[in-house]
């Protein structure tokens, strides 16, 4: 019988997203800490045949979907090749920039079939912008949004929402999905290493509800997706949508999919894992790493690595700062 990444809950696991590098052009306050990481010296990165190969394990074993996310996808070298053979395997590519360069690749992703994009973008506002990813690359990332859909790319904006950052601007983006074809996904914000993470700061999912009907009136409940991970909904009337990934106050762990792979080969069975698996040291040995996948995905908990009710600083600060694990 083929073998499948199942967990102890009977969750099937088909969603893989690897992180291609730990770098990143921008340094957006809520995911890179204030004093930085330390990154990943080169011998232990992963190089883009022994992506390939690794992916292909897991593909082996019924992953179906890859989604090539960062710190910043993009700016590794050679994303072009590297994009090409995933294609090849057969599975739905997909990818989570902060679009500095996508205009770059948009005829090749039109080329190998790569259409859902999740694109960051926290404000409509530039000098807000420069005040979130302390980097002033606005007016290109907006221009590539406008590009992508051009292309007819299915784009998502991802918007972490902070109380007093960017909270005011929900509506706005609300008010983009009216006459476009266009999905945004509001994030509660999540703590991980040195994010100075507060839910003081947060916003939730019934705030977030709240806001909209109180400007827009009825919203309508769209089916999820089977292991969607965010709430779907739209305003009636409205041609695009948005969802809410509500992980604080509401996770939505029953029907999760997901394996991460870092950047240096490590497989993580939750966003919250602490303890990681090795890969790409035992599959530089030329051991087989199927086994190892399979040991992981059953050591999985059934709800954020453990942390059922609140969210645990002991726990969350033993993890990885989100740049080096990829949303
Ligand atoms: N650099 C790419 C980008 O920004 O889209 C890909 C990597 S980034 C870590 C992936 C996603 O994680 C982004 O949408 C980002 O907004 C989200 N993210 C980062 N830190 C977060 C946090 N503390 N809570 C919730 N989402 C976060
Ligand atoms: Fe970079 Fe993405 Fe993190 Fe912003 S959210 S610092 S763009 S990895
Ligand atoms: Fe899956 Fe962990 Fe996220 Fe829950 S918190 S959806 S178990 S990755």
Known sequence: ??????????????????????????????????????????????????????????????????????????????????????????????????????????DLFKEVGLKKINLSLDTLDKA??????????????????????????EVKLNVVLIKGVNNMEINDFIELTKNKNLAVKFIEFMPFKGNKWDWNKGVSKEDILQTIASKFGKIEKLEDAKNSTSLNYKVEGFEGSFGIVSTITSPFCEGCNRIRLTVDGKMKNCLFAISEADLLTPFREGANIANLIMDSIKTKKYSRDGMNVTMDAEHYEKNRSMISIGG
Do not use: Q, W
């Open 1 to 106: 019988m083929k073998k499948e990444i199942i967990d102890n809950f009977g969750r099937k696991h088909n969603y893989l997203r690897i992180s291609l590098t730990d770098r990143c052009n921008l340094r957006c306050f809520y995911c890179m800490p204030e004093e930085g990481i330390e990154l990943t010296e080169n011998a232990k990165i992963m190089s883009l045949e022994e992506i390939i190969s690794i992916a292909k394990t897991f593909v082996e074993l019924g992953v179906d979907t890859i989604r090539l996310t960062g710190g910043e996808p993009l700016i590794r070298k050679d994303f072009g090749y590297l994009v090409k053979k995933l294609a090849d395997l057969g599975v739905t590519l997909k990818l989570t920039t902060n679009g500095i360069v996508l205009d770059k690749y948009l």
């Open 128 to 153: 807000r912008s420069i005040f979130i990813t302390k980097r002033d690359y606005f007016d290109r990332i907006m221009l590539n949004l406008k590009k992508s859909l051009e292309y007819g790319m």
